[in-house]
């Protein structure tokens, strides 16, 4: 195997059955309901291929942002285009820069493409460090935000000195930032530097068929969109993405039950003796009162999964759960009092 490569473990691919998964941060409201429309009534041939660079959907998006189709680059999931960002900018042995804790897929996207991934250790309050992340003078620059696992945004000043400061590329991923509010999209224009990344598997509830999205100027598009493999989008996901992205108020509903749920849930996870940290998106990362194992495996056991991070450094005996519907919360609030109280 590849040197770069052997270290590389499989990823997370729990046995779910029947459990209320908790656990992957997508939309419990279920199915986009203009995804699945779309499905019923499309008509694909399947013997042509798809749109080379997804065409129909980057203008529709660009419609929606107010910017031009070539300012964007489709792949399947954000993952594609997160691993094209790297293909494109990364040479052998060049530093990205990744703020630890941050999603835990960046080491593979940076390793996997020849580069070493430079740790950052955000502040105490889960901020950039933003002379730390400069430090390591690196070709590319990630950061999520809304952060996943600790939920919260990065401060937009931080994000602005890194992309004035550097040289390198500088990727937001901005996978929960529909539930946030605010975008660093309409700045593409401005910074010769700046990657933003998007994804349908989240608000959008369409994790299912894999659509993500890249917003840049228009000469960062170009050389992503010349090293993205040709057709990665199949036509039925680009067209249900299309249909998705007509329909706003699936969004805005979506937003308005995380609103609503996100304190109540973090409420009766303090009653419980959690510490949970304050969030931008539609999970909590929270400080478990007991072992994180214990926690996590007692769920399990009663069919509820959560996402266990107490082994990590920086989120010690923490878990992250998806924030749910009423009903859904009231069912993981019921079932970790349970474990806690060993029944
Ligand atoms: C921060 C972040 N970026 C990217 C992704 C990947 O999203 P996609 O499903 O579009 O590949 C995730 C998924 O959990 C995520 O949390």
Redesign the pocket.
């Known amino acids: 195997m590849r040197s770069t490569t052997r270290h590389f473990q499989r990823y997370y691919n729990p046995d779910v059955g029947n459990a209320i998964r908790m656990d992957?941060?997508t939309n419990v409201l279920g199915s986009n309901p203009a995804a699945v429309e779309f499905m019923k009534a499309q008509r694909t041939d399947l013997n042509d291929y798809p749109n080379t660079y997804s065409d129909g959907l980057r203008d529709t998006l660009a419609e929606l942002y107010g910017l031009e189709r070539e300012n964007f680059v489709v792949g399947s999931?954000?993952?594609?285009t997160?691993d094209i960002a790297f293909k494109t900018f990364t040479e052998w042995g060049d530093n990205a820069a990744v703020p630890v804790p941050s999603?835990s897929?960046y080491d593979y996207f940076v390793s996997m493409n020849g580069g070493k991934a430079y740790p950052v250790y955000l502040t105490d309050d889960f901020q950039l460090d933003v002379d730390a992340m400069l430090k390591p003078d690196a070709k590319v620059l990630i950061m999520?935000s809304p952060n996943?696992p600790t939920g919260n945004s990065f401060k937009k000043k931080d994000i602005e000195e890194i992309l004035e400061r550097s040289k390198g590329i500088v990727i937001v991923?901005e996978?929960?930032g529909e539930y946030a509010g605010t975008s660093m999209i309409p700045m593409v224009n401005e910074f010769e530097n700046l990657i933003v990344?998007r994804?349908?598997?989240k608000a959008y509830a369409m994790?299912a068929l894999?659509?993500?999205y890249a917003v840049s100027n228009l000469n960062i598009s170009d050389m992503m969109n010349c090293v993205k493999i040709p057709y990665s989008l199949n036509s039925i996901s680009e067209g249900a993405a299309i249909a998705a992205v007509k329909d706003q108020e699936f969004i805005k509903k979506s937003v308005k039950l995380v609103n609503d749920n996100r304190k109540p849930l973090t409420d009766g996870l303090k009653k419980l003796g959690f510490e949970p940290f304050p969030s931008d998106a539609n999970f909590i990362l929270a400080r478990s009162p007991i072992d994180h194992k214990v926690l996590t495996d007692g769920l399990k056991k009663k069919g509820v999964l959560i996402r266990d991070f107490g082994s990590k450094r920086r989120t010690e005996n923490c878990v992250r759960t998806t924030i749910g519907s009423k009903e859904l919360n009231d069912i993981l609030l019921k079932k970790t009092e349970e474990v806690i109280s060993g029944r």
């Open positions: 992957t941060n999931g954000s993952d594609e997160l999603y897929l999520p996943n991923d996978a929960y990344m994804t349908f598997s994790a894999r659509v993500g």
